[in-house]
């Protein structure tokens, strides 16, 4: 923890290093993959597209393209961003005088609350902007007038479960992984006893944080799509 | 432990601000120069692509339209052609038969002619023969006549005994 001496602000370095270094990674996966764009698609070109074309899918599955067609920079970008994240913290970790450095950024109740609260905050400006005053207000008297304070929870539920579900998994799945490494680390005994769980949960930790990022967008578009949308 | 600046309000009393603005700020920059570098440019490849396959298939559409049309002009030249081909043959056909009857009749118009002319030669030439024969027989009788009578008889009887003879020949005949 480091607090900076103008503002009185904390910083968990840690966080700091590894959201820088996960955006890094994102620009650096894309910005080479679309060099040398060819209507022809070829390699990694390939690749971004069907990244593109993903979340074309979700979000058209949620809204009209029309509607949701502005929110695609934001879904490729969120997916592409919590998935690198979700990533980074499965092959090592590394421990510096009892601090944790390098794991996932999204392993951090505040990360993750950031990018939920983030989108939540986004759907009620586009809310705002695209229906105006009036629509957007009466979507809470929807479908009941009596139902409008659940309506307001909802909005908080929301915000709290779409960060804090991203959190839990990816936090979980680090906690195993660092479990499991400390058992394969105590002894012979314990590295062939750890050998095979380690394994097995590497692989579904890769599972659960590609599902997770899936989940995150999609989420994503469906929140917005009840604020944007008038079919829903 | 390791995991204790990890779980949520493991950092205690205060809120770490720090972190939510350097998330914040993170994630709009990577967004703000990922849509500027890497979604841009794709997305105008793609969309490049999507108007050429548009294009495209409008092309293809047209020239298929096209070719249905240029077939049923071929077709409806050929059909043409091919009652126009009956009609001639039908027209050689007709010209012929009349050409025939026409050849027929010219032959047998001929033939008749002919016939005509060589049966008028016939009795021409049997004429001409009776009247030789005849002027023979006078000639001749004539001169058996002379022979016979030496000067016995005159002139005039002579004559008369001429003519005489000669209508008994053209009673003869």
């Known amino acids: ?232 | 432990m390791f995991f204790d600046h990890l779980a949520l309000g493991a950092t205690g009393e205060f809120l770490n601000i720090g972190d939510i603005l350097v998330t914040l700020s993170t994630f709009l920059v990577l967004m703000f120069l990922l849509k500027k570098f890497a979604w841009g440019p794709l997305m105008g490849v793609m969309q490049q692509r999507e108007d050429l396959i548009a294009s495209e298939i409008e092309t293809a559409e047209n020239s298929r339209l096209e070719s249905k049309k240029m077939l049923d002009e071929q077709r409806s030249l050929l059909k043409d052609a091919r009652t126009q081909a009956q009609e001639i043959v039908e027209n050689a056909k007709k010209q012929g038969e009349v050409s025939r009857e026409e050849i027929i009749t010219t032959a047998r118009a001929e033939s008749g002619r002919m016939k005509e002319a060589a049966v008028l030669e016939i009795a021409n030439e049997r004429d001409k023969a009776i009247s030789a024969v005849r002027q023979e027989v006078v000639a001749l009788s004539l001169l058996a006549a002379t022979k016979v009578l030496e000067k016995e008889i005159s002139e005039e009887d002579n004559r008369q005994l001429i003519n005489e003879t000669i209508a008994k020949a053209g009673e003869v005949q």
């Open chain 1, 1 to 232: 923890m480091w607090q900076d001496p103008l503002f009185g602000l904390w910083f968990n370095l840690s966080n700091v290093m590894m959201l820088l270094v996960a955006a890094l990674v994102v620009f650096l996966i894309a910005f080479i993959s679309t060099r040398n764009l060819n209507l022809k698609p070829t390699g990694m070109q390939n690749f971004m597209e069907w990244i593109m074309d993903f979340v074309k899918g979700i979000i058209k599955s949620n809204m009209d393209w029309k509607d949701g067609g502005r929110f695609h920079v934001l879904g490729i970008t969120l997916i592409m961003f919590i998935f690198v994240s979700n990533m980074l913290g499965l092959p090592f970790a590394i421990v510096v005088q009892g601090d944790l450095w390098w794991k996932s950024p999204t392993a951090d109740a505040t990360v993750t609350m950031t990018l939920a609260a983030t989108v939540i905050i986004l759907s009620h400006y586009y809310g705002l902007k695209l229906k105006g005053v009036k629509g957007y207000t009466r979507g809470y008297l929807q479908p009941m007038p009596f139902l409008a304070p659940l309506k307001v929870i909802e909005e908080f539920a929301n915000t709290l479960t779409l960060g804090l579900r991203l959190y839990g998994n990816i936090y979980a799945g680090e906690i195993l992984i660092a479990l499991l490494a400390g058992a394969a680390t105590a002894g012979f005994l314990g590295y062939v006893a750890a050998f095979l769980p380690f394994m097995a949960w590497l692989g579904f930790s890769i599972f659960i944080g590609t599902i997770q990022a899936f989940i995150f967008v999609m989420l994503t578009m469906v929140y917005l799509s009840h604020k944007v949308s008038d079919d829903h």
